[in-house]
């Protein structure tokens, strides 16, 4: 099991951008792919993105496609979020997940508790 913690979630405005961070706590967390989801008030949970192990793979939902950019550091253990040109739409709690295969769907072995997000018009 991975110990995943969130950070840099906070309050921006419209157009504004937010960095995410997650630090998992696994010696082998180059094996994992590493994933955010989001969960918005009264939605179910979402896939945001995506990357492979290595980096040569990112997906991306429909709707922050161009807007935000998931990347990680293997020496340093961390995954990023970087989150640009933000709309109110994106305010959820955002979750980091590890799992063993890059996958859209929630099938990630561990998650963070979250970072909440609030995007103000």
């Known amino acids: 099991q991975v110990q995943l913690e969130e950070s840099g979630g906070g309050l921006a405005q419209a157009g504004g951008s937010l960095r995410l961070s997650c630090v998992a706590s696994?010696?082998?967390?180059?094996?994992?792919?590493m994933a955010w989801f989001r969960q918005a008030p009264g939605k179910e949970r979402e896939f945001v993105a995506v990357v492979s192990w290595n980096n040569d793979m990112t997906r991306y939902a429909d709707s922050v496609q161009g807007r935000f950019t998931i990347s990680r550091d293997n020496a340093k253990n961390t995954v990023y979020l970087q989150m640009n040109s933000l709309k109110p739409e994106d305010t959820a709690v955002y979750y980091c997940?590890?799992?063993?295969?890059?996958?859209?769907?929630?099938?990630?072995?561990?998650w963070g508790q979250g970072t909440q997000v609030t995007v103000s018009s």
């Open positions: 696994a010696r082998a967390f180059s094996n994992y792919a």
């Open positions: 997940a590890a799992g063993a295969i890059v996958t859209t769907t929630e099938r990630y072995q561990s």
